[in-house]
């Protein structure tokens, strides 16, 4: 008798009419908050072990079923099983009907939200389109994919639509290196000119590093990377087979004194390194001169080695080189890490990645740990070699 109260209670357009098997018919009321309104749902119950919930049937009218398709017969099983009674059911049913003309109507709102910025994008890009530029702008058929270029300089990015309707972007792929004030993506809104602007402007202003970074890569040893890309503004040079340092440019000062990180032999890094902090040296970088230039000065040679020919056969025949790694016999591994330790054994000489050389050390029982260094054997020779032990 209780259940027949809560039912009657709870839902009062909803009519008892049949005892055996126990059914209703009626109204069953749920809100639409979008378009803050009642909906007013047709439904008949029929429940033969009421008050038990086993074989509850619930039919609805066709529009109902329709707008909801089969998903939402799974989800009144759903409820069926987890529910105590028929009128929590039904209270349940109506919550996942609300929710379901919610989200029904969040898709009218972004299906029209995205007509709309579609047509906007495409006024848009016939406008960009008519003006004259030095950037070459193309897109996909469906405007799903813009890509603007410049001097073999390319940029391709996504138009997309916030959850408030706003025009925002995605940048899919890009030849440019980051730069603060130059992320299309760091402001919500800009139009498609403002992109193609922004874009040329920054391309303008990587000249300059590309053309110091072009002629270290013309009169240099360098070996990372290994395919050159315009967003890679660092290099790493040779200067012998067991010495190398890796040279980093600042795109907004591309003749300035660059970050240098010297990677080798412990005495001839040292030797190195001692050079390019020496305030005589600093004083020598001319800003008028180019990078490989004042290079020359700074290391007090009369021009970089370049790549010798065996290594390119070496490379090109699949043959273990100098540049390998001893102990992986790769020169490049995970996360396009080269070789960068060096066996202190002059009639040795070996590289190997810092990645391997400790997992190698690590293995050895005569190994020893001093601070952050790891001490052993090496593999090639057996003189004492080190690494750093990696931050846990």
Known sequence: MEDFKEIYKNFPELIYIN????????????????????????VKLVAPSFPALEDVTIFFGKNLANLFGTSFKNQIDSILKRSESLSKFLGELIAVIEQLLCDQSNREINFNCETDSRDKLLKELKFVLSERSEVEISASKNLSRIKLSMNEISLVIQPCVSSLGQNTWKIISSDLPELPGFNVCDRKSLTLKEIRNSFQKQVITLEDVWEQLRKIDNYCWVTDPIDPKPYHLYRRINLSPTLSFILTLNPLDPTGYPNIKFLGAKKEVEKYRDMIQDEDAIDKWELEDSVYENLLTLLNIDEFPVKPKQAEENEEGGMVGDEECCICFSKEIEENELPNEVCNNYRCRKNFHSTCLFQWLQELVSNKIVFNQIFGPCPNCGDEVSCNVPAS
């Open 19 to 42: 005892e055996s098997p126990s059914t209703w018919k009626g109204i069953l009321t749920a809100v639409n908050r979008h378009k803050n309104c009642d909906i007013k749902i047709k």
